[in-house]
């Protein structure tokens, strides 16, 4: 059973930083691609970044370029969002989604993450809260 667990959020003040950990279990982890996501209250789910964890080839949305970078820890079977220069309008909680690379479901580019609604494993989230 694929199970993911996000931890790192809380609380910082604009311009702060943070770095949240997906820690992945019960598959393969390089035979997969994982997304970090984040939904504000009355807002749509966003695709924030995602990585393929065989080569690391990494996708990152308008809004994280430039502050954010998703990195893999192949050893902790872990993928990391590091967050920079923060802003109130970053606050949501944060999922990471997992799927398997070969499926073709999801295809991760440095252009796009293509099929990022089509993630089928997910975790429970941590909030991510950035004051003005």
């Known amino acids: 059973e694929v199970q993911l667990v996000e931890s790192g959020g809380g609380l910082v003040q604009a311009g702060g930083s943070l770095t949240l950990s997906c820690v992945a279990s019960g598959f393969t982890f390089d035979t997969y691609s994982i997304g970090w996501f984040r939904q504000a209250p009355g807002k749509e789910r966003e695709a924030v970044s995602c990585i393929r964890l065989d080569d690391g080839i990494s996708y990152y949305a308008a809004s994280a370029k430039g502050r954010f970078t998703i990195s893999k820890d192949n050893a902790k079977n872990t993928v990391y969002l590091q967050m920079h220069s923060l802003k109130p309008e970053d606050t949501a909680i944060y999922y990471c989604?997992?799927?398997?690379?070969?499926?073709?479901?999801?295809?991760?580019?440095?252009?796009?993450?293509?099929?990022?609604?089509?993630?089928?494993?997910w975790g429970q989230g941590t909030q991510v809260t950035v004051s003005a």
């Open positions: 989604a997992a799927e398997p690379s070969s499926w073709g479901i999801v295809v991760v580019t440095p252009r796009a993450c293509v099929g990022a609604s089509d993630f089928g494993s």
